[in-house]
C-alpha cells in the first residue's frame, strides 16, 4: 500500500503486543514501538504499520563501470546504474558515505529524490548499462525499494547487483534471491567483538549471508578493508580467507587501503605492503582470485589464471585494457575461470 510521499508499508515484518512490531528486513530484527524507528532510521512503526520512509527515494544515483562495485568477474567492461537511499543497519565509525547512510540517526532527517522503480529500470535501459546496482548505503536497509525495482530489472533482461554489509535476514534474502544475480559483500572482520565495537552488529549473520548467497547461486565477491591494528593480524586474515576458500575457492576476495575517515581519524592509512601481505596469506589459503583496492600498480587489479599464472584481464582503475577470457577459461591451459562473463 503506496501511502503518499516516498513511504510504503513494509512486505517483511509481524505485528505484536501494545501496537509494536517486530521487523525482519535485515538481520537487527528490531522490535519498534508506535512512533518510533528502527536503528536503520527508515523503518517506522505507525499506529502499528510498519513503514518504509524510503521508498522510492534516491539520496544517490549514477552510471558506475561495474569494477567500481567492486566486481572484477561479473561482466567485465559493462556499465551499472547505481542507487541508493539514506539509512543504513550498521554504524560503522569508519564509513566513507557516513553523510548519507547515518543522515536519518544523526540528523534526524531523510533527503532524496522520488524516483520510482519503473524510472530507474528505464533511465538504466536508456544509459545501455546492464546492471542495476543496489549500492552506497545498505540496500537490505530499502529492500521493499530494491525488491519492486530489481523484479522489474529482471523483466528486462538487466541483472541486479547488490553491494551490501551482508546484513539481509534468511528471510529477506529468500525473498529477494531470486532476482539476485551479483554481490559484493563487506566481511568487516571476523571477530564478533569487532563488529559490535566498530560497526555496531554482529558476525555471525554475515557469514550465514556470504553462505546463503553462494548455495543460492549468486556470483559473490568478498571484501574486506584492511584497518591498521583493527583486523590485520595475521591470524585474523588467515580467518578471513579460510572462511572464503571453504565457502568457494573461485570466490574473488578485494582486500582494500584504508584511509581515515569519520569517526576513525586516528587509525594511519594501511602500509601499502600490508596489502600484498594479505594477498599472499589469500593465495595460500587456496583462494583463486585475491584483488589489491585503493592501490594502483603492481599487478593487484588484474586478474590472473590460477593454474598457469597467465595474465587474463589487465586494468587501469575501473578500466578494462585487456580481457583474454574465452567461453570462460584460459586461453593459454583451458582452466575455467570462475565468473558470469556474457
Same mark, same amino acid.
Given at each position: 500500500?503506496? &501511502?503518499?510521499?516516498?513511504?510504503?508499508e513494509a512486505?517483511?515484518?509481524?505485528?505484536?503486543?501494545?501496537?509494536?512490531v517486530?521487523? =525482519?528486513?535485515?538481520?537487527?530484527?528490531?522490535?519498534?514501538?508506535p512512533g518510533?524507528?528502527?536503528l536503520?532510521?527508515?523503518?517506522?512503526?505507525?499506529? @502499528?504499520?510498519l513503514?518504509?520512509l524510503?521508498y522510492?527515494?534516491?539520496i544517490a544515483?549514477n &552510471?558506475?563501470? /561495474?569494477? +567500481?562495485?567492486?566486481?572484477?568477474h561479473?561482466l567485465?567492461?559493462?556499465l551499472?546504474f547505481?542507487?541508493a537511499?539514506?539509512?543504513?543497519n550498521?554504524?560503522?565509525?569508519?564509513?566513507?558515505? #557516513?553523510?548519507?547512510?547515518q543522515?536519518p540517526?544523526?540528523?534526524?532527517?531523510?533527503?532524496?529524490r522520488?524516483?520510482?522503480?519503473?524510472e530507474?529500470? +528505464? &533511465?538504466?535501459?536508456d544509459n545501455k548499462c546492464?546492471?542495476?546496482?543496489?549500492t552506497?548505503?545498505?540496500p537490505? /536497509?530499502?529492500?521493499?525499494?530494491s *525488491?519492486?525495482t530489481a523484479?522489474?530489472?529482471?523483466?528486462k533482461?538487466?541483472k541486479n547487483?547488490?553491494?551490501t554489509?551482508?546484513? *539481509?535476514?534468511?528471510?529477506s534474502?529468500q525473498?529477494i534471491? +531470486?532476482?539476485m544475480?551479483a554481490?559484493n559483500?563487506d566481511? +568487516?572482520?571476523?571477530?564478533?567483538e569487532t563488529?559490535?565495537k566498530?560497526? @555496531?552488529?554482529?558476525?555471525?549473520?554475515?557469514?550465514?549471508?556470504?553462505?546463503?548467497m553462494n548455495? #543460492?547461486?549468486?556470483?559473490?565477491?568478498v571484501t574486506?578493508?584492511?584497518?591498521?591494528d583493527?583486523?590485520?593480524s595475521k591470524e585474523?586474515l588467515?580467518?578471513?580467507a579460510g572462511?572464503?576458500?571453504?565457502c568457494?575457492?573461485g570466490?574473488?576476495?578485494h582486500?582494500?587501503?584504508f584511509?581515515?575517515t569519520?569517526?576513525?581519524?586516528?587509525?594511519?592509512?594501511?602500509? $601499502?605492503? #600490508?596489502?600484498w601481505?594479505?594477498?599472499?596469506?589469500? =593465495?595460500?589459503a587456496g583462494l583463486?582470485f $585475491?584483488?589489491?583496492?585503493?592501490?594502483?600498480g603492481d599487478d593487484g587489479?588484474?586478474?590472473?589464471?590460477?593454474s598457469?599464472? #597467465?595474465?587474463?584481464?589487465?586494468r /587501469? @582503475?575501473?578500466?578494462?585494457?585487456?580481457?583474454t577470457?574465452?567461453?570462460?577459461?584460459?586461453?593459454?591451459?583451458g582452466?575455467?575461470?570462475?565468473?558470469?562473463w556474457?
Amino acid at each position: 500500500m503506496q &501511502t503518499g510521499g516516498n513511504m510504503k508499508e513494509a512486505k517483511l515484518y509481524n505485528k505484536k503486543k501494545d501496537g509494536k512490531v517486530e521487523c =525482519y528486513t535485515c538481520a537487527q530484527g528490531c522490535t519498534i514501538a508506535p512512533g518510533k524507528r528502527g536503528l536503520c532510521g527508515v523503518m517506522e512503526n505507525r499506529e @502499528g504499520t510498519l513503514y518504509s520512509l524510503v521508498y522510492g527515494k534516491t539520496i544517490a544515483d549514477n &552510471t558506475d563501470p /561495474i569494477e +567500481k562495485k567492486p566486481l572484477f568477474h561479473f561482466l567485465p567492461g559493462t556499465l551499472s546504474f547505481s542507487i541508493a537511499t539514506a539509512g543504513c543497519n550498521m554504524r560503522c565509525k569508519h564509513c566513507q558515505n #557516513a553523510d548519507i547512510s547515518q543522515s536519518p540517526r544523526e540528523n534526524k532527517t531523510i533527503i532524496g529524490r522520488s524516483f520510482p522503480p519503473e524510472e530507474v529500470v +528505464k &533511465t538504466a535501459s536508456d544509459n545501455k548499462c546492464r546492471s542495476i546496482a543496489y549500492t552506497y548505503t545498505e540496500p537490505s /536497509i530499502f529492500w521493499d525499494y530494491s *525488491f519492486d525495482t530489481a523484479k522489474l530489472a529482471r523483466e528486462k533482461r538487466i541483472k541486479n547487483v547488490f553491494v551490501t554489509n551482508g546484513y *539481509f535476514s534468511k528471510e529477506s534474502f529468500q525473498e529477494i534471491s +531470486k532476482y539476485m544475480d551479483a554481490a559484493n559483500i563487506d566481511l +568487516k572482520s571476523f571477530k564478533d567483538e569487532t563488529y559490535k565495537k566498530i560497526c @555496531g552488529a554482529r558476525l555471525q549473520p554475515v557469514l550465514d549471508t556470504i553462505k546463503r548467497m553462494n548455495e #543460492a547461486g549468486v556470483w559473490i565477491e568478498v571484501t574486506t578493508l584492511l584497518i591498521p591494528d583493527v583486523n590485520d593480524s595475521k591470524e585474523e586474515l588467515k580467518d578471513i580467507a579460510g572462511f572464503i576458500a571453504e565457502c568457494d575457492p573461485g570466490i574473488p576476495w578485494h582486500i582494500s587501503r584504508f584511509y581515515p575517515t569519520y569517526e576513525m581519524l586516528d587509525k594511519p592509512p594501511t602500509p $601499502v605492503d #600490508a596489502i600484498w601481505r594479505a594477498m599472499d596469506i589469500g =593465495y595460500e589459503a587456496g583462494l583463486h582470485f $585475491v584483488y589489491a583496492g585503493n592501490v594502483r600498480g603492481d599487478d593487484g587489479e588484474n586478474t590472473f589464471c590460477y593454474s598457469c599464472g #597467465a595474465r587474463l584481464i589487465r586494468r /587501469i @582503475g575501473y578500466q578494462i585494457i585487456d580481457n583474454t577470457i574465452k567461453d570462460g577459461k584460459c586461453p593459454q591451459c583451458g582452466a575455467e575461470i570462475e565468473g558470469v562473463w556474457r
